[in-house]
């Protein structure tokens, strides 16, 4: 009866393996070429800070660098410029460039009358994840510095061919008012008014994050593959879900901060080791597992919270936008741990199990190992 079981579920079986070895492959070859150099072809974010006080209207902009050059129709030496140095170059030598790509398409406006962008000061070059930003900073002359004001963002739109589904994050404190929002293709533009956090956005953000962070599905990826009963994948995933919190909250809130320099190398290291660990999954006893992946979580904690690039100390309107962020991640992770682990359950079944799991073990290793060194070559 033994010896007939597995060939009564062979079919089911095998189309399980089938299943999961495609969502794998798939994974994988959407990852392999999605170095950090490409990492945005799909989608970018921008961010945008407004400030209102003695009636003086401060703007400060980051936009991904490359992409910001490209949309202003630059010579490739200044789009493909790498260094930091020669980058903020660049930024000052096309200055008048950027600053009409970038007036025309991002706006304030104080009632009903538009107000005058005019740079202030230098440009700078900031880094998150291995990616460059511009950091722009202008002034806003209005007309009336009482009105309510309004700010718009038109910021690389789809019909530019280069990405797509673009968000600009703004924040923002005028007078006494403070609040802060997503402005995409559907809501161009929002009233800088005082407002409470805008919970669905960060949710849909947060989801996204995790979907398009692929760093972070890779390290799942490797736990799961790694995992041995149901019981331990969901002890592995809450094991996770607890430390990346922990320093995603705190790091958000402003209390930690990590340079992304030290982040990025180590969380890629993360999931060269996880994958490695598929190897061993049956030696290394559970004890010993936990604590890893806890100090993983606590380094991927400070990933996500950079993707939001939020410098703002803490305030109660924050923290329910962290919260509203963090449950879009967990919402994703637990989606897919659902979907994938029957899937896995079933692979593990066949003949194909062991050899099919150490391979997908061995090509998540060489993908993290190969943006290891991306990120550390990237900082010389």
Same mark, same amino acid.
């Given at each position: 009866?033994?010896?007939? $079981?597995?060939?009564?579920?062979?079919?089911?079986?095998?189309?399980?393996?089938?299943?999961?070895?495609?969502?794998?492959?798939?994974?994988?070859?959407?990852?392999?070429?999605?170095?950090?150099?490409?990492?945005?072809?799909?989608?970018?974010?921008a961010s945008a800070e407004v400030e209102r006080a003695g009636g003086e209207v401060?703007?400060?902009?980051? !936009?991904?660098?490359?992409?910001?050059?490209?949309?202003?129709? =630059?010579?490739?030496?200044?789009?493909?410029?790498?260094?930091?140095?020669? $980058?903020?170059? $660049?930024?000052?030598?096309? /200055?008048?460039?950027?600053?009409?790509?970038?007036?025309?398409?991002?706006?304030?406006?104080?009632?009903?009358?538009?107000?005058?962008?005019?740079?202030?000061?230098?440009?700078?070059?900031?880094?998150?994840?291995?990616?460059?930003?511009?950091? !722009?900073?202008?002034? /806003?002359?209005?007309?009336?510095?009482?009105? +309510?004001?309004?700010?718009?963002?038109?910021?690389?739109?789809?019909?530019?061919?280069? *990405?797509?589904? +673009?968000?600009?994050?703004?924040?923002?404190?005028?007078?006494?008012?403070?609040?802060?929002?997503?402005?995409?293709?559907?809501?161009?533009?929002?009233?800088?008014?005082? +407002?409470?956090?805008?919970?669905?956005?960060?949710?849909?953000?947060?989801?996204?994050?995790?979907?398009?962070?692929?760093? @972070?599905?890779?390290?799942?990826? /490797?736990?799961?593959?790694?995992?041995?009963? !149901?019981?331990?994948?969901?002890?592995?995933?809450? +094991?996770?879900? *607890?430390? @990346?919190?922990?320093?995603?909250?705190?790091?958000?809130?402003?209390?930690?901060?990590?340079? /992304?320099?030290?982040?990025?190398?180590?969380?890629?290291?993360?999931? *060269?080791?996880?994958?490695?660990?598929?190897?061993?999954?049956?030696?290394?006893?559970?004890?010993?597992?936990?604590?890893?992946?806890?100090?993983?979580?606590?380094?991927?904690?400070?990933?996500?919270?950079?993707?939001?690039?939020?410098?703002?100390?803490?305030?109660?309107?924050?923290?329910?936008?962290?919260?509203?962020?963090?449950?879009?991640?967990?919402?994703? $992770?637990?989606?897919?741990?659902?979907?994938?682990?029957?899937?896995?359950?079933? =692979?593990?079944?066949?003949?194909?199990?062991?050899?099919?799991?150490?391979?997908?073990?061995?090509? *998540?290793?060489?993908?993290?190992? !190969?943006?290891?060194?991306?990120?550390?070559?990237?900082?010389?």
């Open positions: 009866m033994t010896v007939d $079981q597995p060939r009564r579920r062979g079919p089911s079986t095998r189309v399980a393996a089938a299943i999961m070895v495609s969502l794998a492959t798939s994974v994988l070859a959407v990852v392999l070429p999605a170095t950090s150099a490409v990492a945005h072809d799909a989608t970018t974010a401060s703007v400060e902009l980051e !936009l991904e660098y490359d992409l910001l050059m490209k949309s202003a129709w =630059l010579y490739a030496e200044a789009y493909e410029a790498t260094d930091p140095d020669v $980058q903020r170059e $660049q930024l000052t030598e096309h /200055a008048d460039a950027v600053d009409d790509y970038v007036t025309e398409r991002f706006a304030i406006d104080a009632g009903a009358e538009r107000c005058t962008l005019e740079r202030a000061g230098a440009s700078d070059i900031r880094d998150d994840a291995g990616r460059a930003f511009a950091v !722009l900073r202008y002034s /806003a002359r209005c007309a009336d510095d009482e009105a +309510t004001l309004a700010a718009s963002s038109a910021l690389f739109p789809d019909l530019e061919g280069f *990405v797509h589904d +673009t968000e600009t994050r703004i924040t923002w404190s005028v007078d006494d008012a403070a609040g802060s929002g997503l402005l995409t293709a559907a809501t161009p533009t929002i009233e800088l008014v005082e +407002t409470t956090p805008h919970f669905g956005e960060y949710f849909l953000l947060g989801a996204e994050h995790l979907l398009l962070g692929l760093d @972070h599905l890779l390290f799942l990826l /490797a736990l799961l593959l790694g995992a041995r009963s !149901l019981r331990g994948i969901v002890v592995a995933a809450t +094991t996770f879900t *607890v430390a @990346h919190s922990v320093t995603f909250l705190i790091a958000g809130l402003g209390f930690v901060s990590v340079p /992304a320099a030290i982040v990025e190398p180590v969380i890629a290291l993360s999931i *060269v080791a996880a994958a490695v660990a598929v190897f061993f999954a049956r030696e290394v006893p559970s004890r010993y597992r936990m604590p890893v992946i806890f100090a993983f979580g606590l380094l991927h904690g400070l990933g996500f919270a950079s993707a939001l690039g939020i410098d703002e100390q803490w305030s109660w309107s924050l923290l329910g936008s962290l919260l509203a962020f963090n449950v879009g991640i967990e919402a994703v $992770q637990l989606a897919i741990i659902a979907v994938a682990f029957p899937l896995l359950v079933l =692979l593990r079944r066949t003949a194909a199990a062991d050899p099919a799991t150490k391979i997908v073990g061995a090509l *998540v290793a060489a993908v993290g190992l !190969l943006w290891f060194a991306e990120r550390i070559i990237a900082q010389f």
